[in-house]
């Protein structure tokens, strides 16, 4: 049964006989070149309520903005509410067949394989835990994992546990090992992660990009590195396995999963567009096929394949996704990815929402090519103007082009959480702590610890842009008011 929204037929039929596109009404197959083309801020702009409502959303690297369209799409799969793998209603298959399609996307975003690749989890932070409960039984006596001072705590603080906390009850030693980062220049410091790497590291950890230094990691290097080790993994390779967390780099980045040649690769749809509640574990397929799943139960058995003395698990992905999972979120958040590209490449005539035909490489490459020179755009006049404010400390690279779209500072002499509050008052959206960077906020000795953050995406202007720092730039002129806080606070 398909399910209507507003007009259109939602299949999940990419391949749907008699169709070109697998949905009526919607036969606007178009390919795409790789072009150079720009982003249209304004017609972007008429697809979310918070330009409406005045706010000035320079907050992007904790959670982007949902547009109309997705909030809609939850009301329009009501009409075929279901459970997914449970029933054989037509609506319990249609339901199903539109939430297994959604790891199509998911992996065609990506530039994966496929849905065997693909593990779905609430976010980012339960998809590296996800691969530390998988990884757990494999770590040997006196192996480590390498991970660096500049990640979120989501992905250091996993192995700390395992290292300091879970292993030790088990009675094997695993250590971690936290490469440096220039307090300068804001990048990863290469020979330090190098001089760390060696035969016994399982595991190298690193962030595609951070939430604090804005710092676009060199993923390639980092990959080098971890090949040469040489450390044995069961399945024979000779090499440590990497993990890229990519919470800050997926959104507004082209990535392709195969071309960096990553083990394992996470990040959150409610950076991207999406709602809460949905992050995506890329993993290679032979490794989620060899690693013990991370949770246990329902729908993660092959159809009875239960005995009182042995159980089978079912088939990737479905090995990875026990008990009833975020459905409508799943469903909502693969919408998102094609949003995206129907927004960056086409606002007024979407081409890919609403569908399910496959999205292709060229087209994703173009949009998030746009994404991205936008971001920069935005993120190149925050770093001018806030650069121009006496007493202004940026941190992370100078160059617009080795950064992510946010910028994170501090003013001379003000608590950085008083700078937020008093943007907050100027209308203008910002977060102020150590942003769950704490590692960096310590390695850069910040007193109070903490820094005001400004993060961009596609759908800022040049001008909120300019209020921001202008607000900034009040904040820093003005008397330190009552609200100034002592040392310290984590965040
Ligand atoms: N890693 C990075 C780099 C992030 O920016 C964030 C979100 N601030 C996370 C991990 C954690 O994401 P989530 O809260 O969605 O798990």
Same mark, same amino acid.
């Given at each position: ?14 391949? /749907? ?18 072009? #150079? ?10 697809? *979310? ?13 904790? !959670? ?43 992996? #065609? *975003? ?30 040997? %006596? ?22 300091? +906390? ?20 804001? +990048? ?40 040469? !080790? ?14 890229? %967390? ?16 990553? %083990?394992?690769?996470? *990040? &959150? ?21 060899? !690693? ?14 239960? *005995? ?24 909502? &958040? ?50 001018? /103007? ?18 992510? !779209? ?26 102020? /702590? ?28 040049? %001008? +909120? ?27």
């Amino acid at each position: 049964m398909p399910m209507q929204l507003d007009g259109i037929t939602l299949t999940a039929d990419d391949h /749907g006989a008699g169709r070109a596109d697998g949905y009526p009404g919607r036969s606007r197959a178009r390919t795409h070149a790789v072009d #150079r083309g720009s982003v249209d801020v304004q017609a972007i702009r008429r697809h *979310f309520v918070f330009p409406g409502v005045g706010r000035v959303v320079t907050n992007n690297a904790a !959670s982007t903005q949902p547009p109309d369209e997705l909030l809609e799409l939850y009301r329009s799969l009501a009409a075929g509410y279901e459970n997914v793998h449970r029933g054989q209603s037509d609506a319990s298959r249609a339901m199903t067949a539109l939430f297994e399609e959604s790891y199509d996307t998911i992996a #065609r *975003f990506l530039g994966a394989p496929g849905r065997a690749s693909i593990a779905l989890y609430r976010n980012t932070t339960e998809a590296i835990n996800a691969v530390m409960y998988s990884l757990l039984t494999e770590f040997r %006596d006196g192996d480590n994992v390498v991970t660096t001072m500049m990640e979120h705590n989501s992905n250091y603080v996993p192995w700390y546990a395992m290292c300091r +906390e879970i292993l030790p009850r088990l009675g094997r030693r695993v250590e971690y090992r936290l490469a440096r980062f220039d307090p300068g220049t804001g +990048e990863l410091d290469l020979d330090h992660l190098a001089s760390l790497i060696d035969a016994r590291t399982k595991l190298v950890c690193c962030t595609g990009a951070s939430n604090f230094l804005g710092t676009r990691i060199r993923l390639p290097a980092v990959r080098a590195l971890a090949d040469g !080790s040489g450390y044995r993994q069961p399945s024979g390779e000779r090499r440590s396995y990497l993990l890229v %967390d990519a919470a800050q780099l997926v959104p507004g980045s082209f990535v392709d999963v195969q071309a960096l040649d990553v %083990d394992y690769l996470a *990040f &959150s749809f409610h950076k991207l567009l999406a709602p809460f509640g949905v992050g995506v574990l890329y993993a290679k397929e032979h490794l989620l096929a060899s !690693s013990l799943p991370f949770l246990y139960g329902g729908d993660m058995i092959a159809e009875g394949r239960v *005995f009182p003395d042995r159980v089978g698990y079912t088939c990737l992905p479905w090995k990875f996704a026990a008990g009833t999972p975020n459905i409508l979120g799943a469903i909502v &958040s693969a919408q998102a990815l094609r949003i995206l590209l129907d927004l960056a490449l086409s606002p007024e005539c979407p081409a890919y929402f609403g569908t399910g035909k496959p999205i292709e490489r060229a087209a994703v490459e173009s949009a998030m090519g746009r994404v991205s020179a936008w971001n920069r755009q935005l993120t190149s006049r925050a770093l001018d /103007g806030l650069g121009a404010i006496p007493g202004i400390t940026i941190y992370g690279p100078r160059d617009p082009a080795r950064r992510t !779209s946010l910028v994170a500072f501090n003013a001379a002499g003000r608590d950085p959480v008083a700078v937020a509050e008093g943007l907050n008052r100027a209308g203008v959206e910002s977060r102020a /702590g150590c942003h769950c960077a704490t590692l960096a906020h310590h390695a850069l000795e910040l007193t109070p610890r903490g820094s005001c953050r400004l993060s961009f995406y596609l759908y800022n202007t040049l %001008d +909120e842009v300019d209020q921001a720092v202008a607000a900034v730039a009040a904040i820093a002129a003005g008397p330190s008011g009552p609200a100034e806080r002592g040392f310290p606070w984590t965040g």
